[in-house]
């Protein structure tokens, strides 16, 4: 069974969006991981240099140790405030794949729409992205594990896949992906014909139907019969339910069939 052409894009767009959501869940796990990593190799610097402080008479690969320009197995550099700005950028990146992963998944929409309008439903994939592409950026220009290292560029990988992906489609690739268009664009597909026979203008005399009998007078009433039937506002009182409406209903060509009369199961059976 083929499907129609919208519904490949809806599935192929899904299944970036799904590897989008991955690679960012994996930068995440792989950042906290360089965090602990950054915190444990900055707690043995300091207490090596702790060690230098009281015995001058250290072992000088201790003291060549302390003179590089990043941490031994980090990604923090040794200069003034070089921790602080190192895990602010660690706790940064996490902060941003959070907010990432929720834009992805649409929820909460309304507080994108407001807040982050480029991350919101009436924007593309285009900065979504770009921000990916800085992410994977800002963590493969350090020195750090596979893990790491595998994750960031899976990450910007995707993003600059959403990237062309924005420029093809621009704004309308999240609705294009969005499961609650879908649901709607399958809600307006009605059927207009059965079995070859139109059934739009059977649906359309309805309301004319109601309207014409209990809300309009007829044409050919005289004049008596409007002062009977009109209200105290002025206005054409309708024929009612009864015999009235009826026959006018008859007058026009309409014609009411009565249902079948019919027993309860529980009656009992005439002899």
């Known amino acids: 069974m083929m499907l129609p052409p919208r519904a490949y894009l809806f599935i192929s767009l899904n299944v970036i969006r799904a590897l989008s959501i991955i690679a960012l869940i994996l930068v995440f796990s792989s950042n906290i991981v360089t965090l602990v990593h950054d915190v444990e190799a900055v707690n043995r610097f300091m207490a090596a240099k702790g060690s230098v402080d009281t015995d001058s008479s250290s072992n000088s690969t201790i003291t060549d140790m302390l003179n590089c320009d990043y941490i031994e197995d980090s990604t923090v550099p040794n200069q003034p405030a070089g921790v602080f700005w190192a895990v602010l950028n660690r706790l940064l990146i996490i902060a941003q794949v959070f907010v990432l992963v929720l834009s992805e998944l649409g929820w909460p929409a309304s507080f994108f729409n407001r807040f982050f309008p480029v991350l919101g439903k009436d924007f593309g994939l285009g900065a979504l992205g770009v921000i990916e592409c800085l992410i994977g950026a ?94 105290s506002s002025g206005r054409p009182a309708g024929m009612g339910f009864g015999r009235q409406g009826e026959k006018a209903a008859a007058m026009k060509g309409y014609f009411i069939s009565k249902p079948v009369e019919s027993l309860p199961r529980y009656a009992p059976k005439s002899a």
Request: proline share 4%; net charge positive.
């Open 138 to 231: 800002a963590i493969l220009s350090h020195f750090v594990d596979d893990f790491t290292l595998v994750s960031a560029f899976f990450l910007f990988s995707l993003g600059c896949v959403n990237i062309l992906v924005g420029l093809i489609f621009r704004q309308g690739a999240k609705s294009k992906r969005s499961l609650t268009s879908w649901r709607e664009h399958a809600k307006s597909a009605i059927p207009t014909h059965v079995a070859g026979v139109p059934i739009a203008p059977i649906v359309s005399h309805a309301p004319s139907f109601v309207s014409n009998i209990f809300g309009e007078k007829g044409r050919n009433s005289t004049a008596s019969d409007s002062s009977e039937g009109s209200s």
